[in-house]
């Protein structure tokens, strides 16, 4: 089982691409978790038909006895879908959310019942402290890859996410992988994301250009893979989910 985080600044699209990703290695035949790490608890709509599903923490704020069924939902292509969820607005910490709802998929052992190939967590990288740095400091996920477009303050939230692996990596916990550039078409865009990774440190995985069928099938709730699977964009997220599952299967294709 390979666990993969994807971090980005909000806004910048790492649902989007996660989801995105999850059809994709779906398609090409692993199963596959998606656990949304971020408060708005709409990681995983795309894969489920545009709808919501209830959070670990509402489960809990019910107060009654949570089975794995009531926080683990199979959405497009068998995707195992979760969402953490965040605290009720105004109380508590969104962070301490996501260390909770981790212990209690622990607690449930959802990964042994399911055993999937590749866990995705998609988490929120404007902040990365307290559990939204667990899928790092706590051995979570193997590799982490940061989702960033050309604009400065998506390289601004980059460098302190790559700076965040950088601080654990001595302890061997998540490896960074390098970022996938979600473009907004910003001017020399791809120049400008290299110069970054100068300082930043690593490579650019795969460009993700901008394009309205992203929204026309998010509009439709579906992935651009479900919606749109002979388009050109879906190609382009199949090539990065054979990027990784060629790094789930160390480094040799299968």
């Known amino acids: 089982m390979k666990k993969i985080a994807i971090y980005g ?15 994709a290695l779906s398609t090409l035949g692993y199963k596959v978790m998606q656990i949304g790490c971020d408060p708005k ?16 923490l509402d489960c809990l704020r019910s107060g009654k006895e949570i089975k794995l ?12 879908c979760v969402e953490a969820g965040g605290p009720t607005p105004g109380i508590g910490c969104a962070g301490r959310g996501i260390i909770t709802a981790f212990e209690k998929l622990e607690e449930l052992s ?26 790092i400091r706590q051995g979570y996920a193997d590799e982490v890859f940061i989702v960033t477009s050309g604009e400065m303050m998506a390289l601004y939230a980059a460098a302190n ?4 692996i950088k601080n654990f990596g001595s302890r061997g916990y998540a490896k960074y992988s390098g970022v996938i550039l979600n473009a ?13 990774l100068v300082e930043i440190g690593g ?9 309205a069928i992203i929204q026309k099938a998010e509009n439709m709730g579906k ?16 090539e990065l989910a054979r990027k990784i599952a060629v790094a789930h299967c160390g480094g040799v294709a299968c």
Do not use: W
């Not at 608890?41 to 670990?56: C, E, F, R, Y």
């Not at 019942?113 to 740095?133: E, N, T």
């Open 9 to 23: 600044k909000g806004g910048i699209g790492k649902s989007t691409t996660t989801s995105n990703v999850a059809a």
């Open 41 to 56: 608890a709409d990681s995983v709509k795309n894969l489920m038909n545009g709808h919501k599903i209830p959070t670990v």
């Open 69 to 80: 069924e009531d926080i683990v939902f199979k959405g497009f292509g068998g995707v195992l």
């Open 110 to 135: 959802a990964y042994e019942k399911y055993q999937p190939d590749i866990v995705l967590y998609d988490v929120l990288g404007d902040v990365v402290c307290g559990g939204f740095a667990m899928p």
């Open 161 to 164: 996410i790559a700076q965040a």
């Open 184 to 196: 907004r078409n910003v001017d020399d865009e791809v120049q400008v994301v290299k110069k970054a």
């Open 203 to 211: 490579e650019i995985i795969q460009i993700i250009p901008r394009d």
């Open 223 to 238: 992935t651009v893979i479900e919606a749109f699977p002979e388009s050109e964009m879906a190609q382009y997220y199949f």
